[in-house]
Each structure stands twice: as structure tokens, then as C-alpha cells.
């Protein structure tokens, strides 16, 4: 099936530090990726629709100049958290869908990011 | 404004018996729902899913009811099995596309053997 996959799987790094998170579809190609963050015992918020060769899309409240996203190829994007602070530290997933028609999104595993 | 809602946010059942998983949506727009299953420190996994124009779909022991004037969908998991033991999110998004999905906040289910 359609597999994404997500690096690195954790991070723990000091407060000013820019952490970049990448998302790979292997085995498709993913015109459309979603970044999500999860807060403990909470849901997974929509922060951005990452669009392949296009500026990425970003949910109220979520600052684009903070959260960085970049969809260079069909089967890549990334997440750059700028100067990131204690506040960021959360669990962040990326999903993509699998074609054009309405399909699932697969997910990857997640990124634990810890800021000290 | 939560548009999709689970309003348990646990549920314990015996192995062998029957899970019932509820998720509530206030958006008539949704048109596609599905239902994903997430162990601790993994990314959720897709489970089954169902389109508006149906009232059921079935997938081996898992199967999804809408009820679209109610605004109601529950997943079925029976026989329950001690693997089954995860959150388990409700999830729906609009026609046009690819969508988003919105998620509900979970429902841990435990099946204790």
C-alpha cells in the first residue's frame, strides 16, 4: 500500500534552534501534502496544505514565516520550524494522498520535537 | 467549533466482544468519512472509510455506519482482539478535490483479554 515516511522520527534541540522535518511519499507521487500537530490528548490539527511547486496554504493562526514549507517534488516536502522555542515542542505529521481522485491520506510516523 | 466530534474518550471492552466507536459531525458539507487508528508515537493508520451516498461499508471485522440525518457514524469491531487495543480518530472532509481532513480527539479503546 501507500507508504510515507517521515525524518527524523525525533528531535531534541535547544531553544533558537531551526529544526527541518522531511516527508516522503515512496511509492506515489503526492501532489498534495498535509502537515498536521498533535497536542497530547488532543487531535491532529490541519496547520497547512503543502502544494507541489506552489506556496503552501496555512490554517488561521498558524504563522507561515514560522512554520516553513517547502514542496520542492512530487514525492518530498519539508517543515522547517524557525528559531524554534518551547511553545513548538509537539508531535508533527505528515500525510499525502495517493492520486487525484479522493482517496485515505497515509500517514507517516511523526515527529517528536522537544525544545529546551 | 468542533465539526467532528467523539465524545468518549475511552472505551473498554472484553476480548471477543463487540467495540462500538461513536463520532458525531456538526458540517453538512462532509461527504467522505473515514476512520484511522493510532498506536503511541506513530502516525495513524487508515482503517475504512465511507462515502455519503452510503450507509455501510464492511471490511473484514471492521464496519462503518453512517446515519446522515443524524449526523452520526460509529465503527464496529467485532470480534474485539487485544491488537485492536489503540486510539481510534473519526475523521471527514468536503467534496472538491483533495481536502483536508478534519479530526475528532480520539477515542482510546482498550480490549482486555
Known amino acids: 500500500g501507500a507508504v510515507v515516511s517521515q525524518h527524523p522520527s525525533r528531535v531534541i534541540c535547544k531553544s533558537g534552534t531551526s529544526v527541518k522535518i522531511e516527508c516522503r511519499s515512496l511509492?506515489?507521487?503526492?501532489?498534495?501534502m498535509f502537515w498536521y500537530r498533535q497536542f497530547p490528548k488532543q487531535s491532529l490539527m490541519l496547520m497547512a496544505t503543502?502544494?507541489?511547486?506552489?506556496?503552501?496554504?496555512?490554517e488561521q493562526g498558524v504563522e507561515k514565516d514560522k512554520f516553513l514549507i517547502n514542496h520542492a517534488s512530487l514525492t518530498l516536502s519539508t517543515l522547517t520550524v524557525t528559531s524554534a522555542h518551547p511553545e513548538d515542542s509537539s508531535f508533527y505529521i505528515c500525510?499525502?494522498?495517493?492520486?487525484?481522485?479522493?482517496?485515505?491520506?497515509?500517514f507517516g510516523d511523526g515527529t517528536r520535537l522537544s525544545i529546551l | 467549533d468542533q465539526q467532528v466530534k467523539q465524545n468518549s474518550p475511552s472505551l473498554s471492552v472484553q476480548e471477543g466482544r463487540i467495540s462500538i466507536l461513536n463520532c458525531d459531525y456538526t458540517?453538512?458539507?462532509?461527504?467522505?468519512f473515514l476512520w484511522y487508528k493510532k498506536y503511541p508515537a506513530e502516525g495513524p493508520t487508515f482503517l475504512i472509510s465511507?462515502?455519503?451516498?452510503?450507509d455501510k461499508n464492511e471490511d473484514g471485522r471492521f464496519t462503518v455506519f453512517l446515519n446522515k440525518s443524524a449526523k452520526h457514524l460509529s465503527l464496529h469491531i467485532v470480534p474485539s482482539q487485544p491488537g485492536d487495543s489503540a486510539v481510534y480518530f473519526c475523521?471527514?472532509?468536503?467534496?472538491?478535490?483533495?481536502?483536508?481532513?478534519?479530526f475528532g480527539k480520539g477515542t482510546r479503546l482498550s480490549v482486555i483479554a
Open positions: 500525510s499525502a494522498i495517493p492520486g487525484q481522485v479522493r482517496q485515505p491520506q497515509h
Open positions: 511509492d506515489f507521487q503526492a501532489t498534495t
Open positions: 503543502s502544494n507541489e511547486g506552489s506556496k503552501a496554504t496555512y
Open positions: 458540517n453538512s458539507m462532509f461527504d467522505y
Open positions: 465511507i462515502s455519503s451516498i452510503k
Open positions: 475523521a471527514a472532509s468536503e467534496p472538491s478535490g483533495n481536502t483536508p481532513l478534519v
